[in-house]
């Protein structure tokens, strides 16, 4: 890959690489940490990458840079201890179906919410996503299906929408 390409590369899939780091990881400065690296390492790599597989090579990149991010802050997140609060229960009244969603999505693991993310946000196709993450097609299917029907079950319950 050229340098042009790989300009061309940053132009047009940085803004995706991010959405789909940020959806997972919901914090701006980890997304564009992650995303930066998986430009780095794929400069490093420059010339052996074709410029026809650089958009998996850096969403692959990426998911594996954010895997091993998020399993480094729930490792740290152990470490924290909790603070007792003054109110025990919180009333949460919810008016946007999409912010219920992405409460719900919070409870998937990493590798259904992410193989999800790809498929049903970035519209990826399981081959793709496949490739990707580094599962096989079957897996990435059984994880779509598993998310997918946690997410029907978890929406249909009457508390978590009032």
């Not at 899939?13 to 930066?36: H, P, T």
């Not at 196709?125 to 580094?134: D, F, H, K, L, V």
């Amino acid at each position: 890959m050229t340098v042009s390409e790989y300009n061309d590369c940053v132009k047009e899939f940085s803004d995706g690489v991010y959405r789909f780091v940020l959806k997972n990881i919901k914090c701006e400065d980890r997304a564009s940490d992650v995303v930066q690296d998986a430009f780095l390492k794929m400069w490093e790599k420059v010339e052996t990458i074709s410029f026809e597989k650089a958009k998996s090579y850096l969403f692959t990149s990426a998911h594996h840079t954010m895997i091993d991010d998020i399993r480094k802050t729930q490792i740290h997140q152990r470490f924290v201890t909790a603070q007792p609060t003054e109110n025990r229960y919180e009333h949460t009244t919810y008016n946007d179906v999409h912010e219920v969603l992405n409460k719900a999505m919070e409870h998937l693991p990493a590798d259904q919410k992410s193989v999800l993310m790809l498929r049903d946000y970035e519209g990826y196709s399981y081959e793709e996503i496949a490739e990707i993450t580094g599962l096989s097609e079957s897996q990435v299917k059984v994880y779509i299906f598993r998310a997918r029907t946690f997410l029907k079950k978890h929406l249909v319950r009457i508390e978590n929408l009032i």
